[in-house]
């Protein structure tokens, strides 16, 4: 049993050392582990699958919208998330979501009048942020919209690939495409630059926050847009975001798509 | 590293063991474990962490809403999935679930002319059929109607005790409250007795499905009848269901739970 326990224990923390053929030695020296007393043993063992479930219980319940509005991650997660977003978790979840897509774009008969859409929200669905918010704790600090905009204005966000594989495809079935973004007007120019650095070089509309739309509620924002959208005479058949207020409100595509962000949340 | 590829090895397969003070020694002999080549041992780990990345992913997705119509779990799937409903998991995650609609609940102005209602399925919401699907493989059987009607007839599904909680609490709060389940209106009986049998014993209304809703799908039965709830003036605050279908399509509830179910999928 005491095996067992001490697997354990190091396990959970060298994990990422693994990788490496080794374990971080300067964390934790091997002999001190070894002989570390018994209960205490236990009781790491104990605090440590706690806070994994703890966790995991946490992310599934911010993916499925349960959660009451929330503005950090529960500093106790911090490397939980970390580990998330930097291993493998997150992509594997991203190209699921990609390939789900995929599978819906390709299964549906399109009309002949081109007004088949697909919309695509822009952060942490068409470009990644992480390497902003890698600075940042992964989610645990409190947004800081002036940083945030520094880091827009580089215009250095890299593509989500598996996004990009899925906008690709949607296009390539003569779906347009709609780009759907709480950035405001004023970042137009960088945005634009960076998408079609990145890939995303043709888009049928891009839509930014005009001024009057400050104030608004990104659920309310992106519904009106979509309702727009319809009345014009087109039907969104996909809906790709990372955020609930992405997805829901008003003319809901007829499948959405949430990509997985644990790392902040948009009312 | 050969030290924590065993250790990773063993954990995976004794993991139910550790908790009785050992391992099933009737399944994998010690000794074979420890002389096991080093490539295997190293196979089977990386073929172990990618399913566990799998299955999860998997699970995400499902709760995110983001997979195809399925029938089945994936068969790759059947020991997490077991493993997740009936270990801690599960109940942790319809803890939260309670406790975040408990938060919300608790949060609301409430109008004074008590049309302030909460909708709850009743399967996997109110009452756990897990031990029926304990017997057929945890969702790895493709649904049998008629088996599981048996299971429906002998009214002895046990209580969520999170959505009890919840439950006790909406209707402290003066919240009424309106059960809202798939099964059909011959079922009636049986689910009455039921539900008071585990606790939940007032309710404004329980809608079953009747001869004419048999035929359509849950997202749609169940809006019309949220339809006609609105209609009748009622405010739906809160909506509590394990499927989406429970919670899309139209009359929305201001807020929506969605309780973990990794089982089966109602469209």
Redesign the interface.
């Known amino acids: ?1 005491r095996f ?1 326990g001490i ?2 224990f ?2 959970m923390f ?1 994990s990422s050392g ?1 990788a490496d ?3 971080d030695s300067r964390a934790f020296p091997r002999p001190l582990i070894i002989e570390y007393p018994q209960n205490n043993e236990f009781q790491l063992k104990e605090s440590l699958e706690e806070i994994r ?2 966790c ?6 911010a ?6 509005p929330w503005k950090t991650i529960p500093p106790e997660c911090a490397g939980y998330i970390e580990e998330y977003m930097t291993g ?2 997150y992509h ?2 991203l190209e ?2 990609s390939k ?2 995929q ?2 774009a390709n ?1 549906v008969k399109l009309g002949d009048d081109g007004r088949d859409i697909w919309v695509f929200d822009v952060d942490e669905t068409l470009l990644s942020n992480l390497p902003y918010y890698a600075r940042h704790g992964f989610g645990l600090e409190i947004f800081d919209h002036a940083e945030f905009d520094k880091w827009v204005e580089e215009g250095i966000a890299p593509a989500i690939n598996s996004s990009l594989e899925l906008y690709r495809d949607v296009l390539k079935l003569g779906i347009k495409v709609f780009f759907l973004t709480g950035r405001r007007e004023t970042h137009r120019n960088v945005t634009v630059e960076n998408l079609i650095k990145v890939g995303f070089e043709y888009w049928e509309k891009l839509i930014l926050r005009s001024s009057e739309d400050h104030e608004k509620q990104a659920t309310v924002y992106k519904s009106e847009k979509r309702d727009e959208m319809v009345k014009e005479g087109y039907r969104i058949l996909g809906n790709s975001g990372d955020q609930w207020s992405d997805l829901l409100g008003s003319s809901i595509a007829t499948r ?3 990509l ?1 962000n644990p790392m902040y949340y948009i009312p």
């Open positions: 049993m067992f697997c354990f190091l396990l060298v693994l053929d080794g374990y479930l703890h995991t219980s946490w992310r599934f319940a993916e499925a919208n349960n959660l009451n493998r978790g594997y979840d699921r979501v789900e897509a599978i819906f299964s959405s798509f949430k997985p």
